[in-house]
């Protein structure tokens, strides 16, 4: 199978990457390589990535029309997973345009290549944060997501509004995957798990918002990554339901969450930090930011509907492999 992957310098299509190429598919990558957070962690990736024969990068942005068309054509691909993204919620406040012109322009164009490569399946790139306002928890795909409290948020619905025309117009079967925190090894400096290892191993105190009452539905990277497999060649077909069914009436398309449907409270995230660094944390708490839900829970059934039971690494096994991976990569 050949797979046009955006986004394999990022730490989900570095995994997913991997994971295709570990069985034998061809991966076609597609990356700007940008310096929202360390590019040395990004190159390396794709490093890791380079020692495979059937990969190929391709070093270019979304908003680049013309070049992000020409890669998808050229590459002559059965299935397009479409992970590049800007990332971040409270980077979404600060540098709001760069989230419209990766997620919305470049989401778009992606869209419009698909169209005239017309792959046999289309996976994007959601978010648990398209849920936003909603205070009923768990999380479904068949509750209303209308009240995105981020500008990160509002693009990812965005890109999902316009996946869902382009299915419709162009008989493209597509399924928009919903990540919930998504945590392990070559992960994101931005993310918590990053800064909090780093700020404890350095001595310096962790910033816990929300008074560290927040809970959120860990996903471990390897978890997630299985699920994304076994999506992959279940690509929607209109009229072909399963019980509590996101798929549209009118388009070969849905929604899934990808999660492991184990919310944890925020503390107990720490406590197991703190027990694979053997170290004690100095934590300050600080009040909710804008644009964080308290709380993220997925509601899982679809997903096991589609793809059937997953497996769950609980988050003291994940985290200590995190951290394993942190001392290693760190030189610690």
């Known amino acids: 199978m050949r797979v046009f992957v955006t986004g394999t310098a990022g730490f989900i299509g570095y995994h997913l990457a991997r994971r295709l190429l570990d069985e034998g598919h061809t991966v076609i990558g597609f990356d700007a390589v ?3 957070y360390d590019v040395a962690l ?3 990736r794709l490093a890791e990535l380079a020692r495979y024969a059937g990969f190929t990068s391709i070093e ?3 908003e680049d029309a ?3 068309a020409a890669s998808l054509q050229g590459a002559d691909a059965e299935v397009v997973v479409h992970l590049a993204a800007q990332a971040g919620v409270r980077f ?3 540098q709001p345009q760069s989230y419209v012109g990766a997620n919305l322009v470049g989401t778009g164009n992606l869209l419009e290549a698909a169209r005239a490569s017309k792959p046999a399946h289309l996976l994007f790139a959601s978010s648990s944060s398209v849920y936003g306002g909603n205070i009923k928890v768990p999380f479904s795909e ?4 209308h009240t995105p409290i981020s500008l990160y948020a509002a693009t990812k619905k965005g890109g999902e509004a316009m996946a869902h025309a382009y299915a419709h117009l162009f008989d493209m079967p597509t399924t928009c ?3 919930f925190t998504v945590y392990g090894p070559w992960g994101r400096p931005d ?3 990053f800064k909090f290892v780093a700020a404890i191993l350095e001595g310096r105190p962790i910033d816990i918002y929300g008074g560290g009452e927040m809970r959120r539905d860990f996903t471990y990277i390897d978890d997630l990554i299985e699920a994304v497999m076994r999506i992959i060649p279940k690509g929607p077909v209109v009229g072909e339901r399963v019980e509590g069914d996101s798929l549209s009436p009118v388009a070969p398309y849905r929604c899934v969450n990808l999660a492991g449907g184990h919310p944890e409270p925020l503390m107990d995230f720490v406590a197991a930090i703190e027990a694979a660094l053997g170290r004690k944390a100095d934590s300050r708490f600080l009040p909710l930011q804008a644009g964080d839900p308290r709380e993220t829970a997925a509601d899982v059934g679809l997903l096991r509907r589609i793809v059937g039971d997953l497996p769950h690494t609980p988050i003291d096994t994940g985290i200590a492999r995190f951290v394993a991976w942190y001392r290693q990569y760190h030189s610690l």
């Not at 068949?142 to 997501?145: K, P």
């Open 92 to 94: 979404s406040i600060e």
């Open 142 to 145: 068949l509750d209303a997501a």
């Open 177 to 179: 995957l919903r990540f």
């Open 60 to 62: 270019g942005w979304l």
């Open 191 to 193: 993310m918590a798990l």
């Open 42 to 44: 990004k190159r390396g």
């Open 34 to 36: 940008t310096d929202y």
């Open 66 to 68: 013309d070049l992000l």
